[in-house]
């Protein structure tokens, strides 16, 4: 989905907030990160709460069903849902959790890794800022990045690297999809 009508915008700014709210947490001194850590696990389980009663409500009439799947189509809507445990999230969405949980050991290496597409189970990924011409360091990143991965997701079968200036795809079209056909006097 493209915004186009400044929401984009604001949820940067709201992202920004969150991200420098878990700071000042980070900061705090053991007791008050954890009674912060406390309320914020109360406000989200009061959320998720509502969401739930929302969604109920919504799926139990024609017009909310409709409603309600055009909301998923949101990516706020469809987070907010996955983060209360009412939808399941997607496996991109998980792969990109499992690439958070590795990301500092690649940092600390001087790497970071971009998911860029799921297709047929295979995870195409790219190294980035790794050195590449250091053989044994830049494998040792790989195999880390494909270990998560294929650990974490069974549905995986295979991980592979893309070169680090393959423009991302965003639309697969397999070529044993594609068939043509003579038609007769042609």
Known sequence: MTVTDGRE???ERRASR???GQRAVARLDAEARAAADALVAAIEDHQAAVLRSLVARLRADDRGRELLYEAVDEPEVYAALVKAGILRPTLAMRAVQV???VRPYLTAHGGDVELVRIEEGVAYVRLLGACQSCGASTQTLRDSVAEALLEHLP???EVQELAPDTAATTT???LSSV???RK???
């Open 9 to 11: 915008a604001t949820f």
């Open 18 to 20: 969150i991200d420098a």
């Open 99 to 101: 690439l958070d949980g």
């Open 155 to 157: 549905e995986l079968s």
């Open 172 to 174: 697969f079209i397999p």
């Open 179 to 181: 068939s043509s056909t």
């Open 184 to 186: 007769p006097g042609r």
